[in-house]
């Protein structure tokens, strides 16, 4: 290393001499990279186990919440998992040099867009070991670089499954550079990867609140934010109970700690005193605690079920990633879209109903990054929506809304063909 730089400068100008040779690499070298990578994941599992247990123990020792710990876990399963979507991914059409949008001008001239990699990209996340592999195979498959800065408490775990990264990779014709992992805990570090717009082009943070917002106040390159997910599910006065019970069960239970688990249930008036009971027995058996509004607490203190205690102001709005709930009773429609606009984080949301033109409202008036209409808002993930994995969710506009995949980590350019053409 030069002694004269430190690690993010020498790692960032790495892989940004890196990214000059991504950018034109062909799909079966990169495809042949993420095989690999997925052999060796499963190969390595003893090891990237042992390295997880460090984290997942120094975690534990430090007070660790069970969000954060659940985030931090790997199995062999979620190893296994992880290996799966690398394979998916691998199996996705290139998006690198699509041409579209052609088209023939009146004087000869072919104009259209070619797809092309991002460049460099900085990912900075907290606790999911996952992401390191998620976002590293995507950025290649893509054509991008990737700097990486995971935090301290999955030191362990990340430096594991980088190393393994990097072999494969670099074994099967990816650049030397391409992927690179930022060891220093040193935070002032990352302060300057945000200010390096001369050698990174785009910056994801994944992570909490904290986390994201101070990227996105003090990067000085693009950045895509997203991933606090406050999710409603309404359950409207036309909803089929059987269903509406299933879905909710499902996005508060299946996997509580994530982002596009349900935090609040908007539940008619007329259709209340039928279903709360229902779903609140599924629920107490599962150990989820429900914070009632006044109706909803009408109808369920006296049924003696496991934690129902009264809501506060502050649970309205607010991102549990643990099985606790808030239930809210609304008198329409109408009421239940105010309150997901003024409590709603832009992720995801659900309406189950049987009404077409209450299906209908809910698609175009809620403002969000994944709208659903009778399914769980569980499935706002790239891996479920077909595309092998993510980066992130985005929660923001632009450049990319909800899962981001392959085509969201690259850009275009115009390509303009001629013969001899000249502006007049």
Not at 31 to 48: F, V
Not at 142 to 158: I, T, Y
Not at 340 to 352: N, Q
Not at 386 to 393: H, M, N, P, S, Y
Request: net charge neutral.
């Amino acid at each position: 290393m030069n002694p004269s730089k430190n690690e993010v400068e020498v790692k960032t100008e790495a892989a940004k001499a890196a990214s000059k040779r991504m950018a034109y690499l062909s799909t079966e070298i990169k495809n042949r990279a993420l095989l690999s990578i997925a052999d060796r994941l499963m190969a390595g599992e003893k090891d990237i186990l042992v390295a997880n247990n460090l984290d997942y123990a120094a975690g534990e020792k430090a007070g660790m919440g069970t969000a954060m710990l659940d985030r931090l876990l790997l199995t062999t399963e979620r190893i296994q998992s992880m290996a799966a979507d690398v394979r998916a991914v691998a199996a996705l059409p290139d998006p690198v040099g699509e041409t579209f949008e052609m088209r023939t001008l009146p004087n000869g001239l072919q104009v259209g867009k070619r797809r092309v990699p991002v460049g460099v990209i900085g990912a900075i996340y907290e606790s999911r070991p996952n992401v390191t592999v998620d976002i590293s195979v995507l950025c290649l498959k893509s054509g991008n670089a990737v700097v990486l800065r995971g935090g301290k408490e999955a030191k362990n775990s990340n430096l594991a499954l980088a190393m393994v990264i990097q072999n494969a990779a670099y074994q099967s014709g990816i650049p030397e550079g391409a992927v690179q992992l930022i060891e220093s805990k040193d935070r002032a570090l990352v302060a300057q990867m945000l200010k390096m717009r001369d050698t990174i082009d785009l910056i994801i943070p994944r992570g909490g609140a904290d986390l994201i917002n101070n990227v996105a106040q003090n990067a000085s390159m693009p950045v895509v934010t997203g991933g606090i997910g406050v999710c409603h599910t309404y359950v409207d006065r036309s909803a089929d109970l059987a269903k509406a019970i299933a879905i909710a069960h499902n996005a508060k239970v299946q996997r509580p700690t994530v982002c596009n688990a349900l935090d609040t249930l908007l539940v008619h008036m007329n259709i209340a005193d039928s279903y709360l009971p229902k779903i609140a027995a599924e629920w107490s058996e599962a150990g989820v605690e429900i914070r009632c509004d006044q109706r909803s607490s009408g109808i369920l203190q006296p049924l003696s079920l496991h934690k129902v205690v009264p809501a506060s102001d502050k649970d309205w709005g607010k991102e549990f990633l643990a099985l606790v709930a808030a239930v809210k009773v609304v008198d329409s429609l109408d009421e239940a879209l105010a309150h997901i606009e003024r409590y709603g984080s832009g992720h995801s949301e659900a309406i189950v109903t049987e009404d077409y033109g209450a299906a209908v409202r809910f698609l175009k008036e809620v403002d969000a990054a994944c709208v659903y209409v009778n399914a769980s808002t569980r499935f706002t993930d790239g891996g479920q929506f077909g595309l092998g994995a993510e980066v992130g969710i985005s929660t923001q506009k632009l450049h990319a809304r909800g899962p981001l995949g392959l085509r969201e980590l690259t850009t275009y350019k115009w390509i303009v063909m001629g013969d001899g053409q000249v502006r007049p």
